[in-house]
């Protein structure tokens, strides 16, 4: 299954996961922009053998993956899928906060 990025009709800002409405011009008019590839930007290890990182779609858009079959590389160019195994624990997403803001808040 191939990873789907909303676009807003209105004012173009993409969006993933899904949305209802655009965030920036209240649309709710959005086509689907199918993506085959990511840059990983940072990465991490984690127990059970699994490597987890942060990658860009599209050049802008941040998203936590499970990264499978790779020896990630920070700036490597990976083909990304999604796929219903890995779709409710492949990624997360923390909607209105900034990255480090959140990690404040998971650590207090
Ligand atoms: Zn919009």
């Given amino acids: 299954m191939s990873v789907v ?21 209240d ?4 086509r689907d922009l199918v993506v085959a590839d990511a840059v990983v930007e940072e990465f991490t290890h984690v127990s059970g053998g699994r490597c987890l990182g942060s990658i860009r779609l599209l ?6 993956a499970a990264l ?3 020896e990630p590389e920070r700036g490597m160019s990976i083909p990304v899928r ?12 923390i ?3 900034a990255a480090s803001e959140a990690f404040e808040r998971t650590t207090q």
Wanted: contains cysteine; proline residues 4%.
């Fill in 5 to 25: 990025v909303q676009e807003c009709s209105g004012c173009r800002r993409k969006f993933f996961p899904r949305r209802l409405l655009c965030g920036d011009c």
């Fill in 27 to 30: 649309s709710a008019a959005f």
């Fill in 59 to 64: 050049g802008e858009i941040t998203a936590m």
């Fill in 68 to 70: 499978i079959g790779i």
């Fill in 82 to 93: 999604a796929s219903d195994a890995e779709a409710s624990s492949g990624y997360a997403f």
């Fill in 95 to 97: 909607p209105g906060i």
